[in-house]
């Protein structure tokens, strides 16, 4: 409801950033939110599975673990889109995020921060980092690191 609510305020400053039109804007928008609203609802299918007598004598077992610390690199063209596609699927899965938006785009990232605290974010659960290529590669050096969602060229890191 956050998201859709700020809709406008998150194209509007898309549109100021980046330069697309507002109905592409919100179009950036609403296509992340389609990704919030199902991450919402995935905690059902992460509890794992369990089933008896596979073969004789053998039960299986499955269980989803949180990776820890996920890394989302994400571009200019899409700065609502793409943190939208990976922050809430790594926090239903019980990941911490350390975002780095463009540094063309900074503005939206900080906005969707802002909301996600509003939304119930614990302190740190979230993270947005800003600079350039050095920046990437910290994070894609860091040990606690443990995985990357990336969307963008190869120059970027």
């Known amino acids: ?46 509890l794992g599975k369990y089933q008896e007598h596979v073969a004789r004598g053998i039960d299986t077992y499955s269980m989803s673990q949180p990776l820890g610390v ?25 990941n911490s995020v350390v975002l780095k938006p463009s540094e063309r785009t900074p503005l939206t990232a900080m906005m969707l921060a802002e909301l996600a605290m509003e939304a119930g974010f614990p302190e740190g659960v979230f993270n947005v980092v800003h600079g350039t290529k050095n920046v990437v590669n910290a994070i894609l050096d860091h040990e606690d690191v443990k995985a990357v969602s990336f969307v963008g060229s190869t120059g970027v890191g």
């Open 70 to 94: 996920c890394a989302s690199l994400t571009p200019f063209n899409f700065p609502a889109m793409c943190p939208l596609w990976h922050v809430p699927l790594a926090v239903a899965a019980g």
């Open 1 to 46: 409801d956050i998201i859709r609510r700020e809709m406008d305020s998150l194209a509007a400053c898309i549109t100021k950033e980046q330069g697309k039109t507002m109905d592409d804007a919100r179009g950036d928008v609403f296509r992340g939110l389609e990704v919030v609203e199902a991450a919402a609802g995935i905690a059902p299918l992460l």
